[in-house]
T-cell receptor, first 116, second 113 residues
């Protein structure tokens, strides 16, 4: 199993450009999520999905869109990049994320994005 | 909203020293998890604690869940350079925050040879 894969690993954008961060998992997990990580801070949830066709907002969703057409893939789209979106982005998946769930979240290696 | 506060934020020690990092909340959690994130990588689960007062050991790492299930600690004995990384505690979704797990801001540990 490859686990959770993310592409690209590094990306530099100019303000106003758009792009899609790719995320895929081969563990047949229902739950997938996107986090951003800024220096000195933990992980902040951007968007998540509890299954194909179902997505919802996390705590910092503005400026980002997601879709979940298959169980395996969960791309994150930046509509019009801003310098405030410079960050490291992690995709994660788990078997479930129900109330009180103790399932392991498996993280990808991250995408390091710089917006100039 | 359930918040997790971790302390200290940064810790730099010499190889062989012992250390403890903390994860505290005013909310009760049904369980807590600890993840370690090495530089340039994604977080990896170390342990899940589910019972108040529970103690789990993973080689030189000892994890404890508070009796009231509002806090947890991670103790490392005889730290090694390979322990260097960001340690994150995480709580599962609550009944009012479905689908959203909570992460603390982390403790960045540097172990010098």
């Amino acid at each position: 199993n490859a686990g959770v894969t993310q592409t690209p690993k590094f990306q530099v954008l100019k303000t106003g450009q758009s792009m899609t961060l790719q995320c895929a998992q081969d563990m047949n997990h229902e739950y997938m999520s996107w986090y951003r990580q800024d220096p000195g801070m933990g992980l902040r949830l951007i968007h998540y999905s509890v299954g194909a066709g179902i997505t919802d907002q996390g705590e910092v969703p503005n400026g980002y869109n997601v879709s979940r057409s298959t169980t395996e893939d969960f791309p994150l789209r930046l509509l019009s990049a801003a310098p405030s979106q410079t960050s490291v982005y992690f995709c994660a998946s788990s078997y479930s994320i129900n109330y009180g769930a103790t399932d392991t979240q498996y993280f990808g290696p991250g995408t390091r994005l710089t917006v100039l | 909203t359930q918040l997790l506060e971790q302390s200290p934020q940064f810790l730099s020690i010499q190889e062989g020293e012992n250390l403890t990092v903390y994860c505290n909340s005013s909310s009760v959690f049904s369980s807590l998890q600890w993840y370690r994130q090495e530089p340039g990588e994604g977080p990896v689960l170390l342990v899940t604690v589910v019972t108040g007062g529970e103690v789990k050991k993973l080689k030189r790492l000892t994890f404890q869940f508070g009796d009231a299930r509002k806090d947890s600690s991670l103790h490392i004995t005889a730290a090694q350079p390979g322990d260097t990384g960001l340690y994150l505690c995480a709580g599962p979704p609550s009944n009012t925050n479905a689908g959203k797990s909570t992460f603390g801001d982390g403790t960045t540990l540097t172990v010098k040879p």
